[in-house]
Each structure stands twice: as structure tokens, then as C-alpha cells.
């Protein structure tokens, strides 16, 4: 077999047709944007806890919260404000809202076992389906920003 006919056997087996699914050739280019988008994702910022994750916000100076809650389904902007009119222990201490329309409420809670401070959510809008959603923010385990806050599904049995 001389050199060019296997130099063009070589050519062939790498031809792009031939490989198998995983062996796909992605572009530089789409290689790179998702490296910057792992990189300053808000995900990468806290580490794997198993805890189903819904959302992500991040606490402001005046102590409200502003982020995105993201399932399969939908993506929606979220601010959870502070609530203004409380009057009693009954009422909760956070408005939540999506795109200006109140979607629900959430109370400051301590958690038992570590007491550590978490606000406890109740979601209601047709967007979630028939049913309450209820949630937890707070800091999840190995998180490095202080202010970054995960939206944790609390599933009701």
C-alpha cells in the first residue's frame, strides 16, 4: 500500500459522517460560549447537596431578594419583598412576585436540627400547576456568595 492511499484511508475514518454519536464535533466557538456559561453560572456557585434546586436569587441591601425561578416547565423572573404592612405574627414577612404579580408569600422560619434562618415559601399561580407550591430559601451547604440564596422544592405529600 503506498503512502497516499493510506494518508486518503486516514482522511476518510475522520470524516465527520463516520463518527459515532459521542464523538461529535462541536465548534470552538459554541465550545467556548459554553465554558463562560458554566463558569458564571449561578449553579457552579453552590456545590451538589441533592436538594432539588427551583431557583436562584440574590439577596439585596434593603433585604429583599431578586432571581429567577426555573423548572422544565417555565422560567420566571422572582422578587420576594420585604412586607411593609405586617401587623401581626399571622402575616408573612415576604411578598413574592413575578413579572409585578403576586404569585405568594413567605414567612421567616429556624431550622430545628442546625438553627440556621431560612424563609419558607407558598406559591400559587397557573404557571405551577393546579396545586401549592411550597419552597424554602436559604443558603445551601458549601455556598461561597453570601448573598446567593437557592429556592429549594419542598414537595407536600
Not at 436538594?51 to 420566571?76: E, H, W
Not at 405551577?128 to 429549594?152: C, F, M, S, T
Request: hydrophobic residues 35%; charged residues 25%; contains cysteine.
Amino acid at each position: 500500500m503506498s503512502a497516499s492511499s493510506r494518508h486518503q484511508n486516514r482522511v476518510a475514518f475522520r470524516s465527520s459522517a463516520l463518527l459515532w454519536p459521542w464523538q461529535v464535533r462541536v465548534p470552538a466557538a459554541a465550545r467556548i460560549r459554553c465554558a463562560i456559561a458554566r463558569r458564571w453560572s449561578p449553579r457552579d456557585k453552590l456545590k451538589e447537596t441533592g436538594m432539588p434546586a427551583i431557583g436562584f436569587v440574590t439577596k439585596q441591601q434593603d433585604g429583599n431578594f431578586r432571581g429567577q425561578l426555573k423548572t422544565l416547565s417555565f422560567k420566571a423572573p422572582i422578587d420576594i419583598l420585604l412586607n411593609p404592612s405586617k401587623s401581626g405574627d399571622t402575616q408573612p414577612d415576604y411578598r413574592v412576585y413575578s413579572a409585578g404579580v403576586k404569585i405568594g408569600a413567605g414567612w421567616r422560619k429556624t431550622s430545628k436540627t442546625s438553627g440556621e434562618d431560612y424563609v419558607s415559601l407558598g406559591l400559587a399561580d397557573p404557571a405551577l400547576g393546579p396545586k401549592k407550591l411550597y419552597a424554602n430559601l436559604g443558603r445551601a451547604a458549601g455556598q461561597d456568595d453570601e448573598n446567593l440564596y437557592a429556592v429549594i422544592w419542598n414537595p407536600a405529600d
